[in-house]
């Protein structure tokens, strides 16, 4: 086989990967908007919510109207991600960066919060070898 040819069905399988892979990209961008009218008209209709006089109330569904937009968008992007296919190995890559980040600053702060207590644990203990 030349070059040419190697190319030419590489291309070639591209354009049947790809042809195939349009009407997904496209219902997924379907799904995309109507995610959005509907995260939008929700947030609307929260905002329309008309409570008595009663401050924590009024707190609460303002702090629940500000969570319900972020919150929405971040499932919308799992289930856009999720119907082409590569929603769990994101979601997988993403937990997995954020425990091994969490556990780093937990073991930073853990060691330097008993960084004192370790320096007097190996004093003491220096002191009982010694005798």
Known sequence: MDLATVFLSSMQEFLVQLVGFVPKLIVALIIWIIGKYLISWAVMLLKKVKLPDVKPLKKLVTTFIWAVEPIGKIILVL????????G?????????????????????????????????LVSEVKKHLEK
């Not at 289930?79 to 590569?86: A, M, P, Q, R, T």
């Not at 993403?94 to 207590?117: H, T």
């Open 79 to 86: 289930v856009v991600l999720d119907y082409l296919g590569i």
């Open 88 to 120: 769990r190995t994101v979601i997988q890559a993403l937990l997995s960066g954020l425990s091994f980040a969490i556990a780093i600053a937990l073991g930073i702060a853990f060691g330097r919060a008993l960084e004192s207590d370790a320096k007097d």
